[in-house]
C-alpha cells in the first residue's frame, strides 16, 4: 500500500469512521475515478493513525457477479451497529431507479456484501445518499433524498427500518423540501433549462447529537457560490423534526457532502469534498465549534491530527 496525503486522493463524499480500539481512522467515499458513467469499480478506503498521513487504497466494497448495479457507486458511508459494520452506499443501473442498498461487514474495512435485498428506498422513486441515524429512543432510521430529477424540488425523507436494518418499515417521511433553506438556489444546469419551474438540489444528509441533546442535520445544495452545505435543526430533537433552516451556509463556496466526526483527542471536525469538479475533488477537513444548537466553522487551534497539524486539504 502507498503512503498519501489528501492531495494523493481524488474522492467525493468523503466519511471518516474513527477506531479509538485500533488508534486509527478509516477514510470512505466515491472513489471511482470517473463515477458519472462507464463501468463502477466499488469503493476503496484508507486509513489513517493522525489524519494526516494516510495509507491505502484497500478494496472495501467490489460487486460480485450477478449484483444489481454496474455504475455510479456513490457516497458510501459506514456505521458501527450492533456489533457489526454497515455501508449505506447508491448504486444505479439501466432499468432501475437510483436508490440506497445497505451492505454489511465483520469489519470495518471490508469486505463489504450486500445485506438489504436491493435498495430500501422505494423501487419507484430516484434516491440517493441514504445514512443511518438511530433515534433517542434507539429506533434505527435511514434519512435519504428523494432526487430533484424526479421530483424537482428535492427533499429530504425519513424512512424507519427494521432493528436488523434488513428492510424498510412503513412509509417515508417528508422532513423538508431544498427551497425551504434561505440559502440555497435553483440549479441551473442545461438539463433544466427547459424546465417551467426551479429545481433544488438535496444531497448527503448527515445526523449529528449535540452535547447539549440538540439534534442537527448536515445537508448540501447549490448557493450563490456553487455548491454548498447547510445546517437544518431539530424542533423535537427527533428525526421527526420539524425541521428548521439555517439562515446562510455553514460552508459556502464550491463544497459539500459532509458528515462531522470527532478525533480522539475529543476534537469537533466537518469532512466534505471541495472543489466540486471531477477529477479535482479532494477531502477537506476543518474544525467546528458546538454551540448549544448548532455548529460554527473555528479557527485552527492545536490542529486536528494527532500530531497538532493545522486541518485542511493536506491535513485531516
Not at 160 to 172: F, K, W
Not at 174 to 194: C, N
Request: aromatic content about 12%.
Amino acid at each position: 500500500m502507498m503512503a498519501l496525503q489528501l492531495n494523493d486522493i481524488q474522492i467525493r463524499d468523503p466519511f471518516v469512521l474513527p477506531l479509538p480500539e485500533a488508534n486509527e481512522y478509516l477514510l470512505f467515499g466515491s472513489t471511482d475515478p470517473n463515477i458519472w458513467s462507464g463501468p463502477a469499480t466499488g469503493f476503496d478506503c484508507y486509513r489513517s493513525t493522525d489524519l494526516l498521513h494516510w495509507e491505502g487504497p484497500v478494496p472495501a466494497f467490489r460487486p460480485l457477479p450477478g449484483f444489481w448495479s454496474h455504475e455510479q457507486f456513490w457516497a458510501p458511508e459506514v456505521h458501527r451497529y450492533q456489533g457489526r459494520f454497515f455501508m449505506f452506499a447508491t448504486f444505479s443501473a439501466p432499468g432501475h431507479f437510483r436508490g440506497t442498498q445497505i451492505l454489511s461487514a465483520d469489519r470495518p474495512e471490508g469486505p463489504y456484501t450486500p445485506w438489504s435485498d436491493g435498495p430500501v428506498t422505494p423501487r419507484n422513486w430516484q434516491c440517493l445518499d441514504g445514512t443511518l441515524h438511530v433515534d433517542a429512543d434507539g429506533a434505527p432510521w435511514m434519512v435519504f433524498c428523494h432526487e430533484w430529477k424526479q421530483v424537482h424540488d428535492g427533499t429530504v425523507m425519513a424512512q424507519r427500518l427494521s432493528p436488523d436494518l434488513r428492510q424498510a418499515e412503513g412509509t417515508p417521511v417528508l422532513l423538508f423540501r431544498g427551497s425551504e433553506a434561505p440559502w440555497s438556489r435553483p440549479l441551473q444546469v442545461p438539463s433544466t433549462a427547459e424546465l417551467d419551474f426551479p429545481a433544488y438540489v438535496t444531497d448527503g444528509p448527515y445526523l449529528h447529537r449535540l452535547s447539549s441533546g440538540s439534534l442537527i442535520m448536515l445537508w448540501s445544495s447549490f448557493g450563490d457560490h456553487g455548491y454548498a452545505m447547510g445546517i437544518a435543526r431539530s424542533g423535537s430533537g427527533t428525526v421527526l423534526g420539524p425541521w428548521r433552516q439555517e439562515d446562510g451556509p455553514l460552508w459556502g463556496t464550491d463544497g459539500g457532502h459532509g458528515m462531522i466526526a470527532r478525533t480522539f483527542n475529543g476534537q469537533l471536525f466537518l469532512t466534505l469534498h471541495q472543489p466540486n469538479n471531477s477529477p479535482h475533488e479532494r477531502a477537506s477537513f476543518h474544525h467546528l465549534k458546538e454551540l448549544e444548537d448548532t455548529v460554527v466553522l473555528a479557527p485552527p487551534s492545536t490542529g486536528i491530527g494527532n500530531s497538532g497539524t493545522t486541518p485542511g486539504r493536506q491535513a485531516l
